[in-house]
């Protein structure tokens, strides 16, 4: 079964300074992979997907990630935070052909950005 | 407007209690999923549904039913709430071949007393 960890439990950074938040998978087959935001008393929002084709994932609001299937990582980065980018951050990973129910999340990532 | 929606949006009962959370959405999509979200495990799903009547167990389906006579609702009902179940619970759903792409509801508080 595939599992997801995401490897900092809480990133703090200041404003304007890049940030990568980590998450490696595991899985012995081809896999789909997600990051989402959840704002304070908010759902989950889509940032962005890796499907397949290009490694490299451009996303909402200047985020991307990099997928790299010989390290099964799909990190994400911004290269300048804003306040507004505090939230919880989750990667998950669903199996390639799999069932729609087996979207499978980490336990997320808290990114504080500080003045 | 266009969207899913759950209500109620917080909720207080007691131990015992049976207690229904509601789930709408608009976009007739087929998949509708049930999540509950608590401090150290993120987001677990309880039940999913493929399309109406039917429905699948998640990784934390104890002391949950569900079920889905349209496309639209997908109710979650705690038969007899336990202080254990005090969470955040989310509702989900997604498009058939959309990519697994889920859309989240703004989530239900329940804490159970």
């Known amino acids: 079964a595939q599992s997801v960890t995401q490897l900092d439990s809480q990133v703090p950074v200041f404003e304007e300074a890049p940030v990568e938040l980590r998450c490696n998978y595991s899985s012995s087959v081809s896999v789909y992979l997600f990051w989402y935001v959840q704002y304070p008393n908010q759902g989950l929002q889509l940032l962005l997907k890796?499907?397949?084709?290009?490694?490299l994932v451009k996303g909402i609001n200047g985020f991307e990630a990099e997928f790299n299937k010989s390290q099964t990582s799909f990190h994400l980065r911004k290269p300048s935070v804003h306040i507004s980018d505090t939230a919880e951050y989750f990667c998950a990973v669903t199996l390639y052909g799999g069932s729609q129910g087996n979207l499978i999340f980490g336990k997320g990532t808290k990114l504080s950005v500080k003045p | 407007d266009a969207g899913i929606t759950q209500s109620p949006r917080y909720k207080i009962t007691e131990t015992g209690r049976q207690v229904t959370l509601m789930c709408h959405q608009t976009?007739?999509?087929?998949?509708m999923f049930w999540y509950r979200q608590d401090l150290g495990h993120g987001l677990r799903l309880i039940y999913y549904s493929a399309a109406a009547d039917i429905t699948d167990k998640g990784e934390v389906p104890d002391g949950y039913v569900v079920s889905r006579s349209k496309t639209e609702n997908f109710p979650l009902t705690l038969e007899s709430a336990t202080r254990s179940q005090t969470s955040v619970y989310f509702c989900?759903?997604?498009?058939?071949?959309?990519?697994?792409?889920?859309?989240f509801g703004p989530g239900t508080r329940l804490t159970v007393t």
């Open positions: 989900a759903s997604s498009g058939h071949g959309s990519s697994y792409e889920q859309y």
């Open positions: 976009w007739s999509h087929s998949y």
């Open positions: 890796y499907l397949s084709g290009s490694t």
